[in-house]
């Protein structure tokens, strides 16, 4: 493989370039649906073509991306040109662009994005984590009254977790985390709740999607950071994970604690 540190520095090349169609283009109206409602905008279409191109030109790297899909190999890149999508197409700032690099599965280097408030959080095998290029110290407990947990959404959108994770359980989960230390915050986007929780704003984050394109990155960042990762049932995370619980080791522990206890009919 490429040397991680050299495809970092190829990828945040390409991300500057990309982050100005994403900051011009806030706001575009939903003009692709899908299944189980959702959507995406040309904006995500451009976005996702750009960075299919310019990735495989500049490292012959196969990508799998959200909109044009693709397979997990042996080395591929995994984007998200767009992540909360239906809070970009309202004009809500807070949706992302996601971009790693898996080596037989496993993440070795991700950035995401937050360009309307120009925020950069990225990481390659064997570094620190970086927010806006500037090396940041490993993850510690927040106090208690700051301490949040990102909830990126409490609707199922995808029928392949509904049957395990249905809406009511989400629901269940979020009352029972206000009773708990943490503050709940739903920002819409899964991206920046693992980036944010990497970063030591969040205390954690839970993640209910089942796509490594959504994931793949932020548990990346987590796991730079010194975050506890793992699955929904709190097994080691893989690529495979149909979703995932990040976090200081207190906060991960409440969450899947909590989750289980909903899970299992103990609450």
């Not at 971009?99 to 309307?116: K, N, Q, R, Y």
């Not at 408030?117 to 984590?129: C, V, W």
């Not at 089942?210 to 548990?219: E, K, L, M, Y």
Request: charged residues 15%; glycine residues 10%.
């Amino acid at each position: 493989m490429t040397d991680a540190r050299e495809l970092y520095r190829i990828a945040l090349t390409i991300l500057t370039d990309i982050e100005r169609m994403f900051i011009d283009g806030l706001g575009a109206d939903p003009t692709h649906m899908k299944a189980a409602g959702q959507f995406a905008t040309d904006v995500d279409l451009a976005i996702e073509q750009y960075l299919r191109r310019r990735l495989i030109h500049e490292t012959g790297i196969p990508v799998l991306g959200e909109e044009y899909g693709g397979d997990c190999g042996k080395l591929t890149w995994v984007v998200d040109p767009i992540d909360g999508t239906a809070n970009f197409a309202a004009g809500n700032p807070m949706s992302c662009i996601l971009i790693s690099l898996l080596a037989d599965g496993v993440p070795v280097l991700a950035i995401t994005s937050v360009p309307m408030i120009n925020q950069r959080f990225g990481a390659y095998a064997g570094s620190p984590l970086f927010q806006n290029g500037v090396p940041q110290p490993p993850l510690t407990e927040r106090p208690e009254v700051a301490a949040h947990v990102g909830f990126s959404s409490i609707s199922g959108s995808s029928e392949s977790n509904e049957a395990q994770f249905p809406d009511l359980m989400r629901h269940g989960l979020l009352v029972e985390l206000t009773r708990t230390y943490l503050r709940p915050r739903i920002t819409g986007s899964v991206g920046i709740d693992l980036a944010y929780t990497a970063a030591g704003i969040f205390g954690g984050a839970v993640s209910f999607s089942p796509n490594i394109w959504d994931n793949a990155a932020g548990i990346f960042l987590c796991q730079a950071a010194g975050a506890t990762v793992t699955d929904l049932y709190g097994n080691p995370w893989d690529h495979t994970s149909r979703g995932a619980i990040v976090g200081t080791a207190r906060a991960h522990e409440t969450i899947l604690t909590t989750l289980t206890t909903i899970r299992t009919g103990g609450h």
